[in-house]
């Protein structure tokens, strides 16, 4: 059974700046960050394949990045937006094949992020 932790929520101000940390108990090649805003469905706001190759929403490209060390995976959200409030969720996927288009199988907690305008 695979753990993930997320850390590094919190309040800031629209214009600020989070960068969201995620522990998995073992390395995943394929890593996520979702989110759910407040009476809104779960979204995907970025992954990462092997290291390098990522995929962002359109609606944070550009000022969000998503980073993998091994058994961590980053997102940096700069320029933050009342809209980018939300619970964040990193996740994975039991096997990182064709998963880019599947739900993904372990969920970390998730961690608050308030955006305040």
Request: glycine share 4%; charged share 15%; net charge neutral.
């Given at each position: 059974q695979l753990h993930l932790v997320e850390s590094g929520g919190g309040s800031v101000q629209a214009g600020g700046s989070?960068?969201?940390?995620?522990?998995?108990?073992?390395?995943?090649?394929?890593?996520?960050?979702f989110r759910q805003p407040p009476g809104k469905e779960r979204e995907r706001v970025a992954t990462?394949?092997?290291?390098d190759r990522t995929y962002y929403a359109d609606s944070v490209q550009g000022r969000f990045a998503i980073s993998q060390?091994?058994?961590?995976?980053?997102?940096?959200m700069k320029r933050l937006e009342p809209e980018d409030s939300a619970v964040y969720y990193c996740a994975t996927?039991?096997?990182?094949?064709?998963?880019?288009t599947r739900p993904p199988d372990y969920w970390g907690q998730g961690t608050?992020?308030?955006?305040?305008s």
């Open positions: 989070l960068r969201l940390s995620c522990t998995v108990s073992v390395h995943r090649p394929c890593m996520g960050w990462i394949d092997n290291g060390e091994w058994k961590s995976v980053y997102l940096n996927w039991a096997v990182c094949v064709d998963w880019a608050q992020v308030t955006v305040s």
